[in-house]
């Protein structure tokens, strides 16, 4: 294999000059290798021509596609769940409000990334004596580190706790 000196490209030399021989010295080469050269260039052009046309077209095909798609996309609804019912306290309602929060937390994974943040949320729905439980616990939480105990900060930032609270 050769390397033509002309493109740098590994292959049987097109070039009409010889491997290791002279710079041309006649006029008649000059014009015959610059002839091969200008030959050459325009192959060069053409084939970079072609190859771009594909490409435009594979990315206009890609654009649509995607296009396509985004709309599929934004066309999809999210899904409504309901509010849980308030819950007041009372145990025998335990169980369904904890299954309402569960379908909150897992249907809305992104919305919920962490305990405190479920219990937030929970405490949106908490009325009567354990809602005013509850404010209590969060303005205790509020306090500085130093002066909060630590069952009250365990309630406010651990869901199983939480539920536990809830129970009582």
Do not use: C, W
């Not at 985004?70 to 169980?95: A, M, V, Y």
């Not at 479920?118 to 500085?144: D, M, N, R, V, W």
């Amino acid at each position: 294999m050769n390397i033509d000196p002309t493109n740098n490209r590994e292959g049987n030399s097109t070039n009409p000059q010889p491997e290791n021989s002279p710079p041309p010295k006649t006029l008649e080469e000059l014009q015959m290798q610059l002839e091969f050269l200008q030959k050459k260039y325009n192959q060069d052009i053409e084939e970079t021509t072609t190859k771009i046309s594909i490409m435009d077209s594979k990315k206009a095909k890609i654009e649509k596609e995607h296009n396509e798609l985004q709309k599929r996309f934004n066309s999809i609804k999210p899904l409504r769940i309901n509010d849980p019912t308030k819950f007041n306290g009372t145990p025998k309602k335990l169980d369904h409000f904890l299954q309402q929060l569960d379908t909150h937390f897992q249907l809305q994974t992104g919305r919920f990334p962490n305990n405190k943040t479920k219990i937030f949320f929970a405490g949106i729905y908490l009325k009567g004596t354990i809602l005013q439980t509850y404010i209590t616990y969060q303005q205790h939480y509020s306090k500085p580190i130093k002066e909060q105990k630590e069952h009250v900060v365990k309630v406010i930032t651990n869901y199983n706790t939480f539920t536990k609270f809830l129970k009582q």
